[in-house]
């Protein structure tokens, strides 16, 4: 605009003086008193824009409403407002809008609606405006309000031992394996019940009584599973169907069963640096699933299992638990694999106790390309350092049968 008025000017200019015309350089007059009122006029500024979110928790796949307050109290032109949520979460309208502001202050509401498309803590940044005068000389750019976060829920369908799964399809293993190994430890005597040993019932008390009884025995501590969550960014934390949560569906399954029968289980979430000590009861299942969807969607950052080792290595050397990491063998994870599973062999002294579930996706299980030669190279190293892998292919295994599966391994 202003080279248009400029160029108007000298070329009116230039043919008054040329052709002796009087009135052409009048004209010329016209575009520069506008370039000047053009340089002159303020763009709106003084903007602020106040956000309002639902004040609850927003389940995934639901669409909400945002609203946003905009005022602007000085100069006078357009402003352009732009948001850019998360992309987690899907604009339902363009979240782009053409203000005018008059002379008065500029007070007005524009709303838009967005679909929670995934899960965990999803930041909406702070909203950019940019503000233009009449003429579109001068212009100026900012960000206003504060940056949001909605809490998205984890799909209210997640199984636990609570639901369906594990009680329904059966655990391969002893009933022992599941329970503890007896001890010598006397605790009561108590009715005879199907699948006790022969050698339990005591015969004194069932003479005593008129019915079967037996003796039973303190269980020994039945031990302690860390759970390692490959969170890095690549498995998509927060994206349903993701790598990431997948792994969430299977561990909430085992810490279910596994607290059940007593066992201490700690999390360990890769990418994320999040850690919560081994433990037992109810409260803690909670605790573990929350961690585990709370942070879906947000931040990570790259880390391998070497440098999780690394960063609590005193608390496997004080529980010395049997550990699961959940993942997805691929180059990338390479190095950190090896140099992980090597140093857990030195810190065990013996066969380390690390089983590695590798989840392929709905990928064949084909030898013939060369990412699978490749992941078959890896797997081979890891098991030669005394870890076990199994692979998970959840196009054809659910997590019910693949947590089946893992805890005949590992208990």
Known sequence: MRRRLVGYALWAVVM??????????????????VLALGFLLEPPKGISVERTLPDRNVGLGEEIEISLRVKATKGIGLIVLRE??????????????????????LKTTVKYRLKAEA????????????????????????????????????????LTMHGKGLNQRGVPGSATAL???????????????????????NWKATARMGQVMANEYERENRGTVLMIIDAN??????????????????????TG????????????LLGKGRFILPSSGSKHLRRII???TSQGGGYSRWEGLDEAVKSIADQITHYSPRILLITSVNPFREVGL??????????YRSRTPLLIVDITGDRGTGTGTLENLERKAIKKVLIGHGSRVVMWNTGTASAGDMASIVLGMIV
Do not use: C
């Open 290 to 292: 929350h961690e585990m």
């Open 257 to 268: 069963h596994l607290l059940e029968n007593e066992y201490h289980v700690g999390l360990y």
């Open 233 to 254: 960014p690549d498995t998509e934390p927060g994206r349903v169907g993701g790598t990431y949560s997948r792994a969430v569906e299977l561990v909430s399954l085992l």
């Open 84 to 105: 850019i949520p998360h992309p987690g979460l899907v604009p339902q309208d363009e979240p782009r809008w053409l203000l005018f502001k008059g002379p008065r202050p």
């Open 338 to 347: 090896k140099r992980g599973v090597y140093t857990l062999k030195g810190m």
């Open 179 to 201: 329970r503890g190994a007896l001890s010598m430890d006397f605790r009561e005597v108590r009715r005879y019940q199907p699948g006790d040993s022969v050698k339990s019932i």
């Open 119 to 158: 899960w965990g803590q999803l930041v909406i940044p702070k909203t950019e405006a940019l503000s233009l005068n009449p003429l579109g000389i001068r212009s100026s750019w900012g960000v206003y309000g504060n940056e949001s976060v909605l809490n998205i829920s984890f799909p209210a369908n997640v």
């Open 16 to 33: 008054g003086v040329f052709f002796m015309l009087p009135g052409m350089v009048v004209l010329a007059v016209v575009p520069l008193t």
